[in-house]
């Protein structure tokens, strides 16, 4: 039976190898940010915690891979005429609560924009820890020109991970880039040539946080979202406590067990492991070229 666009299940979940897999799968409005998407996925995120094996989440968008807009901007209020202050502040505040609860997540989030990105779409993937994308994606926040705010994060998170004057002009005149400008930029982690090198990419880096320690990654995640906010100073006098609380968790005993005997300690699976196919007893992702997997 046709259960229909209405019926359709927002978010595609899956879960495998400590790798939780969120694709939009809204095709009838081009995969944008609708409610029903931004509730999925709010859900989907907290409870990936209840994982104690996740090891990163990956944020997809079905069809060709291309993030639409906020479309739930039009589904408070269907006759955009009738909007008011208060239908604004709740726009910015469903954004800002699921894209707060994205960058604290324990785990790297990893997005993936094959085709790019636009307005809500994008803002939402500047709250990711990696993204990804290929030179032919295209980016844009075009809220200038519609009379709107950036208020998801493409203004306070985007103008700091771009060059400024990049970023003033990008912003201000609500201009589309390509994928190859916004890697450039600093918009974007990485761009490829192609959807398989893309998605390789994006397996290596799953394939590599198996052999991170999850407490250490937590921990680094965690400070590293606070240098964007306080002065080193108060960084590094943080680093003490942060160091011995990593190292309280044991976990560089099994890494550096598994070390001395040639190996490298797979987190995920808690065993130790011959090393990748590099000569190093670590994974190494500087070893694997764009489009290729990690060979075991």
Request: net charge negative; glycine share 10%.
């Amino acid at each position: 039976m046709n259960r229909g666009p209405e019926r359709r299940a927002a978010v595609l979940i899956d879960y495998a190898d400590g790798v939780l897999t969120l694709t939009k799968n809204n095709p009838d409005t081009g995969y944008g940010m609708t409610c029903a998407v931004l509730d999925a996925m709010e859900d989907a995120l907290l409870h990936a915690g209840d994982r104690e094996d996740l090891r990163a989440v990956v944020i997809d968008a079905g069809g060709d891979g291309f993030h639409e807009a906020a479309v739930m901007v039009f589904e408070l209020k269907p006759d955009y005429h009738d909007m008011d202050r208060e239908d604004t502040r709740e726009i910015v505040r469903r954004g800002q609560s699921l894209g707060e609860l994205i960058s604290s997540l324990p785990v790297p989030v990893i997005g993936l924009a094959a085709a790019g990105a636009r307005g809500g779409g994008l803002e939402m993937m500047t709250r990711v820890d990696m993204l990804y994308c290929t030179d032919a994606a295209l980016f844009c926040l075009p809220e200038v020109q519609l009379g709107f705010y950036p208020g998801w994060g493409g203004l306070q998170h985007g103008a700091r991970m771009m060059q400024w004057r990049r970023a003033q002009e990008f912003i201000l005149l609500g201009e589309e880039i390509d994928g190859r400008e916004a890697e450039r930029a600093g918009l974007v982690t990485r761009s490829f040539g192609s959807v398989e090198d893309m998605r390789a990419r994006a397996a290596a880096v799953c394939k590599r946080l198996q052999y991170c320690s999850p407490h250490a990654v937590a921990r680094v995640k965690a400070e590293l979202r606070k240098v964007w906010r306080e002065a080193v100073e108060v960084g590094e006098k943080r680093d003490y406590e942060s160091h011995a609380e990593v190292m309280e968790t044991r976990d560089f005993v099994k890494a550096m067990d598994a070390l001395q005997k040639g190996r490298a300690w797979n987190y995920l699976k808690r065993v130790d492991e011959p090393p990748l196919a590099t000569g190093r007893a670590f994974p190494q992702l500087e070893g694997v070229t764009a489009g290729a997997a990690p060979v075991e």
